[in-house]
């Protein structure tokens, strides 16, 4: 049973820091696309960021560019989003996410997490 969890969400203030983790079952971690989404209130799921199968190539929504940072440890089977400079529009639950190419589509993603909850206040 393929299982992604995250972790490493909270209450932070703007202009703070969080690291998200997530942590896969998937046998063949490696080959796998890892993305990052999220869903604020009232708002349809979005993306975030993605990283390709190796870790060489890297994608991000303009709203993180430059703040946000995707990595990946294939030994681990974990995927991480380092996240800089948070804004009150960055709250959000957020959602790791497996598939099996360089999309920035939920629905191009095979596997996902619980999601972890990011509050950042004003």
């Known amino acids: 049973q393929v299982q992604l969890v995250e972790s490493g969400g909270g209450l932070v203030q703007a202009g703070g820091s969080l690291r998200l983790s997530c942590a896969a079952s998937l046998r063949t971690f490696s080959s796998y696309v890892m993305g990052w989404f999220r869903q604020g209130p009232g708002k349809e799921r979005e993306f975030v960021a993605l990283?390709?199968?190796?870790?060489?190539?890297?994608y991000y929504a303009d709203s993180v560019k430059g703040r946000f940072t995707i990595s990946r440890d294939n030994a681990k089977n974990t995927v991480f989003l380092e996240m800089n400079s948070l804004k009150p529009e960055d709250t959000a639950v957020y959602y790791c996410a497996a598939g099996g190419s360089l999309s920035h589509r939920p629905t191009d993603y095979n596997y996902w997490g619980q999601g972890t909850k990011v509050t950042v206040s004003s």
């Open positions: 990283i390709s199968w190796n870790g060489g190539s890297t």
